[in-house]
């Protein structure tokens, strides 16, 4: 596999890490802003670089361990999701990773 740009007439191809997350109701901007200062989200000649989605509905079912506690019936919450690229950078996606984890309302973001 080449991991290396490739050059265009009008651009130029890099592989880069595709995150998606999905964030709850309220978590857009906070989420989005944290990952921002953390590793800039730059893209050609642009910083700040991200895109989310319209609401959908994640479902989960709490179990022993989790903060809620154990429940017997599944929970539906809307959210939305936030897509962004970043460099071929493992220090990088660690610190975006680390960003959604700290600003995120969810105990266990979906990433």
Sequence with gaps: MN?????LETCSLEPVWFVWVELCEGDGARVREAVADAVGLNYGSYDRVA???????CFF???AGARSGSQERA???????????????????GQAV??????????EPVL
């Design 51 to 57: 895109s989310e989605s319209a609401f959908g509905s």
């Design 98 to 107: 680390e960003a959604i984890r700290y600003a995120h309302t969810l105990e």
């Design 75 to 93: 929970s539906e919450i809307p959210v939305r999701v936030l897509t962004f690229s970043l460099p071929r950078n493992a220090e990088m996606l």
């Design 61 to 63: 079912l709490p179990r």
């Design 3 to 7: 991991t290396q740009a490739i050059a």
